[in-house]
C-alpha cells in the first residue's frame, strides 16, 4: 500500500481555519475517495468526477467538506476531464480559494476548512482571466 500525500498543515494548522473540522467527522461526511482528496491532497481520477458535464446557468459549487461557496456556476468552462473555474467567489477582499506554493505550482485548497481542490495553473489563454483553476 503505497503512502498518500499529505496537505502538509498540522492540527495546530487546520485549527486555524474558520470550520475546523475533525477528521472523524469528515470520514463520516465524505466518500474514502473524498477524503483522500480533499484531506490528504489525492487526485481524482481523470474524468471520473460526476460533475464534468454539468454546467448550470446559474447557482454555485461549494466545498463538500464544509459547504462554503467557492465558485459561481458561470464560472465554470470545458476542460479535458476535471471541472474547471476561471474565477473564485470572494467577500470583500478576502478570496474564498488560498493558494498554498508558488504560482508556478499553485495548490487552492478551502478558505474556510483547508480542504486541498486541485491546483491553480496561469497563462495557458483558455479564458479572459487567464486562470484555470
Not at 461526511?29 to 448550470?56: H, M, N, Q, V
Amino acid at each position: 500500500m503505497g503512502a498518500e500525500a499529505s496537505t502538509g498543515l498540522s492540527a495546530e494548522d487546520m485549527a486555524k481555519y474558520a470550520a475546523n473540522l475533525s477528521e472523524e467527522d469528515l470520514k463520516k461526511k465524505l466518500s474514502a475517495d473524498e477524503f483522500k482528496c480533499l484531506r490528504r491532497a489525492g487526485t481524482e481520477r481523470f474524468r471520473a468526477g460526476k460533475y464534468g458535464d454539468f454546467f448550470p446557468k446559474k447557482g454555485y459549487f461549494k466545498c463538500k467538506a464544509c459547504d462554503y461557496p467557492l465558485y459561481n456556476a458561470a464560472s465554470k468552462f470545458k476542460d479535458e476531464g476535471w471541472d474547471a473555474y476561471d474565477k473564485c467567489f470572494f467577500t470583500g477582499e478576502k478570496a474564498h480559494i488560498l493558494l498554498r506554493g508558488n504560482k508556478s505550482r499553485a495548490e487552492a485548497a478551502c478558505g474556510n476548512c483547508g480542504s486541498h481542490l486541485g491546483h491553480v495553473f496561469y497563462g495557458e489563454g483558455h479564458t479572459t482571466t487567464n486562470e484555470r483553476h
